[in-house]
């Protein structure tokens, strides 16, 4: 069964420095999707980036970008020029062909002005 | 703004009794999923239906069953409640059946059983 970890259950940073979360995942697939999404402290789920693992190239949304290792199974989220607004919960999520989503357990990102 | 409609936001219940929570999922959207969040907890699915067929079940209790209608919107029914049945439920509907097309997420309905 595919499995997502995030073995990271809080972190925090500075305003206007650069955290990055760390996400491992389980899966003997070639061809998946890999999801990152934001939680704030309204609970509501928010997109904020994703990554096909066909592509070698990492996703980009503005100051989110992610470091898609393959080989290690491994999907990063780096936040730049963090903003307090950034601070919530951050749940890494993948998904295959017909197949549901799994997220991880979440890591409480905390900014500090 | 998502494009996912849950009803309603909030409901208080108490234990043994019935609900029925609803999601409409964006418009275009073929498949609706259902996501348990408990408190300080990751999310637990539930299930997954597509254009009105069920698709992938998760970790549903069989107190709780769900559908999905000709008109795509979809219902989550609760029965014989329980205190650790309180939780923020969400609903997400995505494009495909979860392979390509991302998750759009409801505001969800927080259920608090007393």
């Known amino acids: 069964a595919q499995t997502v970890t995030q073995s990271q259950p809080e972190m925090s940073v500075q305003e206007a420095e650069t955290v990055t979360l760390s996400c491992t995942y389980d899966?003997?697939?070639?061809?998946?999707?890999l999801f990152w999404y934001k939680q704030p402290p309204s609970r509501q789920m928010i997109l904020v980036i994703r990554q096909e693992a066909y592509k070698q190239q990492n996703a980009t949304e503005n100051r989110f970008s992610v470091n898609f290792q393959k080989a290690a199974k491994s999907f990063s989220l780096k936040i730049s020029d963090s903003q307090l607004g950034d601070a919530a919960m951050y749940f890494c999520?993948?998904?295959?062909?017909?197949?549901?989503?799994?997220f991880g357990t979440g890591t409480s990102l905390t900014v500090i002005p | 703004d998502s494009g996912v409609t849950q009803t309603p936001k909030h409901l208080i219940t108490a234990t043994g009794q019935r609900v029925t929570l609803r999601c409409s999922p964006r418009?275009?959207?073929?498949?609706v999923y259902w996501y348990q969040q408990s408190l300080d907890q990751g999310l637990q699915f539930l299930i997954q239906y597509y254009n009105g067929e069920e698709r992938a079940k998760g970790n549903i209790l069989e107190r709780f069953s769900a559908q999905q209608f000709p008109d795509l919107h979809s219902e989550l029914n609760l029965s014989s409640l329980e205190l650790g049945d309180s939780a923020l439920y969400f609903c997400a509907s995505s494009e495909g059946d979860g392979y390509n097309s991302p998750l759009h997420f409801g505001n969800g309905t927080r259920l608090t059983v007393t």
């Open positions: 418009s275009g959207d073929l498949s």
């Open positions: 899966t003997s697939e070639s061809d998946y999707y």
């Open positions: 999520a993948y998904t295959r062909a017909g197949n549901q989503f799994y």
